[in-house]
């Protein structure tokens, strides 16, 4: 049994440590996916893009991320930039954790040549996560991408979507948690283009209590 866990961000990489999940079954471990509109790309469209073409790249100058970080790549103390950029089709793949990049493309590859074996010949589920907290960029209409992730989710016994949320934009799906103490919380975002509320520790609790896994 294959329990497959993507997220935009480190949130999924430490679920899959705290569950044990060896070894790595997905090529997203440790990664930040910073353009929220590829996430949502990928989620939705996931099963085109396991085949999609694996590139190493550049970080585009002109991504919604890029213009509202005022930098291409994820600023913070701990990261060491440039760090390794890998495209999945045109998804943007930020390897903040890595630093050669063609030991990343290698990891890579084989994580989602393992991936894609499990997809094929074994029993699997994938489940993806999101946290309002970890919207990477500023829209004009946050309801429209919530609604788009959480889109085809009931009733599917192989994909999972999970959204951790604000009250105003709980749209009923079984799988959005509701934060009430997120109903009026300031959106000012940190030196590293992060929400001030953000707590990943937080975000990997509630999800463990809400996740069902195979």
């Known amino acids: 049994m294959n329990n497959i866990i993507i997220s935009?961000?480190?949130?999924?990489?430490?679920?899959?440590?705290?569950?044990?999940?060896?070894?790595y079954n997905n090529p997203f471990i440790g990664s930040l996916i910073p353009n929220d509109i590829d996430y949502l790309k990928l989620v939705n469209n996931f099963y085109n893009y396991v085949n999609a073409p694996v590139n190493l790249g550049e970080a585009k100058i002109d991504?919604?991320?890029?213009?509202?970080?005022?930098?291409?790549?994820?600023?913070?103390?701990?990261?060491?930039?440039?760090?390794?950029?890998?495209y999945l089709?045109?998804?943007?793949?930020?390897?903040?954790?890595?630093?050669?990049?063609?030991?990343?493309?290698?990891?890579?590859?084989?994580?989602i040549e393992r991936m894609r074996e499990i997809i094929k010949n074994e029993k699997y589920k994938i489940i993806f996560l999101?946290?309002?907290?970890?919207?990477?960029?500023?829209?004009?209409?946050?309801?429209?991408?919530?609604?788009?992730y959480c889109s085809n989710n009931i009733n599917n016994l192989i994909i999972d979507k999970y959204f951790i949320g604000c009250p105003q934009y709980n749209n009923g799906n079984t799988n959005y948690i509701n934060?009430?103490?997120?109903?009026?919380?300031?959106?000012?975002?940190?030196?590293?283009?992060?929400?001030?509320?953000n707590d990943q520790q937080f975000s990997i609790h509630v999800f463990l209590k809400k996740i069902k896994f195979i």
């Open 179 to 197: 934060i009430d103490a997120w109903k009026n919380i300031k959106l000012i975002r940190n030196s590293s283009h992060v929400y001030d509320f």
């Open 130 to 148: 999101w946290s309002f907290s970890e919207f990477f960029n500023d829209h004009i209409n946050f309801q429209k991408i919530i609604d788009e």
């Open 8 to 23: 935009n961000s480190c949130v999924g990489f430490n679920i899959i440590k705290r569950k044990k999940i060896l070894p």
């Open 63 to 86: 991504s919604l991320f890029a213009i509202q970080n005022k930098n291409i790549y994820y600023v913070h103390p701990d990261i060491k930039t440039p760090y390794p950029i890998i």
């Open 89 to 111: 089709g045109d998804v943007e793949i930020h390897f903040i954790h890595e630093k050669n990049n063609a030991e990343c493309l290698n990891k890579f590859n084989y994580r």
